[in-house]
């Protein structure tokens, strides 16, 4: 939804240079490498998981970690990406 959708805004921002879909599909491409990487550290840091209880409340606690730390990413990116629509409406 996001890629599909950000296309769509950074088209605007980039005044429908193509530039925008590369950015665009380079983000997508970040987002996956991040989350590939930390569930694969959440992975390697995991003790001893004695029975299901344990296996749930690990689950959730990782990816709850990867949902917070890919959303940080997600404004961050909007915010930067909205200072450079700013600067781009003021130079034209």
């Not at 995991?46 to 917070?68: F, M, P, R």
């Amino acid at each position: 939804m996001f890629f599909k959708n950000g296309e769509v805004f950074l088209l605007k921002i980039f005044n429908q240079n193509p530039i925008a879909l590369t950015i665009n599909k380079l983000l997508l491409i970040g987002y996956y490498l991040v989350n590939i990487g930390w569930a694969v550290l959440a992975i390697s840091f995991w003790g001893i998981v004695s029975d299901a209880v344990e296996v749930v409340e690990t689950l959730t606690w990782n990816i709850g970690q990867i949902i917070l730390f890919l959303a940080l990413l997600h404004f961050n990116n909007i915010i930067v990406l909205k200072y450079i629509s700013k600067k781009t409406i003021l130079n034209k």
